[in-house]
């Protein structure tokens, strides 16, 4: 069960790929997490992806792909694995795709989780984050008890940079120019499967069961 998750920012796939990973076992992946468990760990990938960092450049697609088929060769992804977060461009879709095939490996489900970007706009603009614990609320569909603080430590609740509406619109503009063209590559691989992201959460976790389940 090798699995991408697509999807806009704020879409809900990191919430998804959570769900995911509990319930069928498998490990929840992100390039995130990969880069800095390798350059803690002063592995010749970790170096490598440091050096790029370290002068604020992009880590090259080539040695990305790297890092994610290392990790994917450990004990923990023989039953599966769920990427978030990459592939983010169709170069880096087709130099997944290469090293995979060299270990006769396919990706199996490319799950699109579907949000209008009016409505991921409406989500991330209204979220508010506790300046103390890190505990999310959004002003619209799940307010604090006391407005600007947090029910669970009392700490401030801010609305961070991230969640800015002019950050989010660019997020989407990059989005749909670089990772958006992602949904016709694994159409046409016949591995795509579009998803209503704008129900519950519950909801759309059925679906996706029933997909991965089928």
Request: hydrophobic share 35%.
């Amino acid at each position: 069960m090798k699995i991408i998750m697509l999807g806009a920012p704020g879409a809900g796939k990191g919430t998804q790929a959570k769900q995911i990973a509990e319930q069928y076992n498998i490990p929840h992946i992100s390039t995130g997490d990969i880069f800095r468990a390798n350059i803690k760990n002063g592995t010749e990938l970790g170096k490598k992806a440091k050096e790029y960092m370290d002068q604020g450049l992009l880590v090259p697609d080539e040695l990305v792909v790297d890092l994610v088929v290392d990790r994917i060769e450990k004990d923990d992804c023989q039953k599966g694995f769920i990427l978030d977060g990459f592939p983010r461009t169709i170069p880096q879709a087709e130099a997944l795709d290469a090293a995979l095939a060299a270990k006769d490996m396919k990706i199996d489900y490319a799950l699109d989780i579907e949000v209008p970007d009016e409505n991921i706009i409406d989500r991330m603009s209204g979220r508010r984050s506790c300046r103390e614990c890190g505990a999310i609320f959004h002003a619209k569909y799940n307010p604090p008890k006391s407005e600007g603080i947090c029910d669970i430590c009392s700490g401030e609740l801010i609305l961070r940079d991230d969640d800015k509406e002019e950050t989010v619109k660019k997020r989407l503009d990059v989005y749909h120019e670089q990772t958006a063209p992602l949904i016709s590559h694994y159409k046409s691989a016949g591995s795509l499967h579009e998803i209503d992201g704008t129900r519950h959460i519950d909801v759309v976790f059925d679906e996706i069961k029933s997909i991965l389940e089928a």
